[in-house]
């Protein structure tokens, strides 16, 4: 079955820098790409998804990159904001009956002023 | 207002004590999922359903059961709890049949297996 990998597992970043979270996947395959952020004791939310036949996406501050050759996405935020702080999840699904999405194990982001 | 709603909140039992913890969407969508999030290991999937009457194992399926005699209702069945079905439990429905839209989730469960 689909494996998903991300990483790093904790990234701390200046107000105002740029920050980078890496996901591999292991089912090529795999055609949805969706990342979620959850904030503190709230429930995860879509930030942005990208499916295989696009290979970049931005929304405003945040764009995620797709390399189908390579198996990986990533998410990044640009101009990084205090309210940025959150745990950010990466997951893989395919479209097909019998299967699931995967999820990454998480990273967390923490933005300083 | 569109929403996923899971109940109860929290939930304190004991083991081996049968409990539900139910799941309802209000925006007609067809794929609904469970997950439990567990520190360092990220959401996992339960369960999840593609239709009425659709239900396939996720990830870690061992020790839970489904049901989705409804489109809306989507209820987790814990038979026989044990501790290590401590965890905080997310409910999410998707529009798309095979989840490939945004999942909305609903507030978390927290539940402790004493």
């Known amino acids: 079955g689909e494996n998903v990998e991300q990483h790093p597992s904790t990234l701390s970043v200046q107000e105002g820098d740029s920050a980078v979270i890496k996901c591999t996947y292991s089912?090529?395959?795999?055609?949805?790409f969706p990342w979620y952020k959850q904030e503190l004791g709230k429930r995860p939310q879509l930030i942005i998804d990208?499916?295989?036949?696009?290979g970049e996406k931005k929304d405003q501050r945040i764009a995620v990159t797709l390399n189908k050759t390579a198996k990986h996405f990533s998410l990044h935020i640009t101009e990084t904001q205090p309210e940025d702080s959150a745990v950010y999840f990466c997951a893989a699904s395919l479209n097909q009956a019998g299967t699931a999405l995967i999820f990454g194990k998480g990273t967390t982001l923490s933005v300083s002023s | 207002e569109a929403q996923v709603t899971q109940n109860p909140r929290y939930l304190i039992t004991v083991t081996g004590k049968k409990l539900t913890v139910t799941c309802s969407q209000n925006?007609?969508?067809?794929?609904m999922s469970w997950y439990r999030q567990d520190p360092g290991l990220g959401l996992r999937q339960i369960y999840y359903s593609m239709n009425v009457e659709v239900t396939d194992k996720g990830d870690v399926p061992e020790g839970y059961k489904v049901s989705r005699k409804e489109k809306r209702n989507f209820p987790l069945i814990l038979e026989s709890p044990s501790p290590n079905q401590t965890s905080l439990y997310f409910c999410?429905?998707?529009?798309?049949?095979?989840?490939?839209?945004?999942?909305?989730f609903g507030q978390g469960t927290r539940l402790t297996v004493v």
């Open positions: 089912d090529s395959a795999s055609n949805y």
């Open positions: 925006m007609n969508h067809e794929y």
């Open positions: 990208i499916r295989s036949n696009v």
């Open positions: 999410a429905s998707s529009l798309d049949p095979g989840g490939q839209t945004e999942a909305f």
